[in-house]
């Protein structure tokens, strides 16, 4: 589904949304081609706790929670500097 249709099919909602298929342009916005709802969530605070689940589930796949009172998606992405914990690296001396 594109976002639209999921605004036309879940007014005034909170979901948990899963991008299908996304791509990135030139301002690092997220532009979500094909969405699936994946939860329909009572308020924000629940929204981001399924979010949540979901992500440490499955880190791979690109969850969003969000209210389908907005007309578009602004999604940004973030440019991570450093090391990630399982990432570093140990001297040994």
Known sequence: MRWTDIRKAYPNQWLVIEALQAHSDAEHRRLLDEIAVVEICEDGNAAMQEY????????????????????QLDIRERQWLGIRRGHAITAQG
Do not use: A, G, I, K
Not at 52 to 69: A, D, G, K
């Open 52 to 71: 949540r689940n979901l992500h440490q589930q499955h880190p791979e796949r690109e969850y969003y929670f969000v209210h389908t009172s907005r007309e």
